[in-house]
């Protein structure tokens, strides 16, 4: 079975290019058909463009956090319109909610940089730290309407080293997540084809 995602980030995109690197390497049996971004001027986006993969810019003007309702139906339009079969969140720093989610129902991934249920939100490796826990991780799981609240599909811990900072901590969780996506993907069409 091949799948066709779509993928919605904010920022550099290295979740992104995990996943596209896995792709390229024949491990994972897909196609990143449109790479939209609510930020004009992120490196995802012109990750995506140099593949030669259709971009876009979400329009939240006027919205510092929120997704307005009628951009996420401008989002899904395009992403059914690309033949999404599969959304993932990477990096994709506001909250999806209905109209959405209505559009890819059980459908769209979410990468997250703390072992949920715990750590949901912003920075969560800084959480993690700040809270004095000895383990971290990501985890890939299913969005529903709460936030970083949906069924978990994959999830990796660490342990928190002695003179451990926020940066460390986060790129290592950074290399975990880029390991880990890809895995999820994998996961996702084994169970698929297994349900058929
Ligand atoms: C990743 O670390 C991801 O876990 C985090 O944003 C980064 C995006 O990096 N996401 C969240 O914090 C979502 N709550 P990338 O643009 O290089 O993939």
């Not at 940066?167 to 390991?179: K, N, P, Y």
Request: hydrophobic letters at 45%; glycine letters at 8%.
């Amino acid at each position: 079975m091949h799948m066709v995602l779509g993928i919605l980030g904010s920022g550099s995109g290295s979740n992104m290019q995990a996943i596209l690197d896995a792709i390229d390497s024949g491990t994972l049996n897909a196609r990143i058909s449109i790479v939209l971004s609510d930020c004009p001027d992120a490196l995802i986006l012109e990750r995506a463009r140099k593949r030669g993969i259709e971009t876009g810019v979400i329009d939240c003007s006027g919205f510092r956090n929120k997704f307005p309702d009628e951009a996420q139906r401008e989002t899904a339009q395009r992403l059914l319109a690309a033949g999404v079969e599969v959304v993932c969140l990477a990096g994709f720093l506001r909250l999806v909610k209905r109209p959405l989610l209505d559009f890819f129902p059980n459908k769209i991934l979410n990468i997250h940089p703390s072992l949920l249920p715990a750590f949901p939100g912003l920075e969560a490796w800084k959480q993690a730290l700040d809270a004095g826990v000895t383990e971290a991780g990501c985890t890939v799981h299913f969005v529903d309407e709460g936030m970083d609240t949906g069924p978990i599909l994959l999830q990796e811990s660490l342990p928190i080293l002695a003179g451990e900072t926020a940066d460390s901590l986060h790129a290592r969780i950074q290399c975990i997540e880029r390991r880990i996506y890809p895995d999820a993907l994998r996961k996702l069409l084994r169970e698929n084809l297994s349900a058929h």
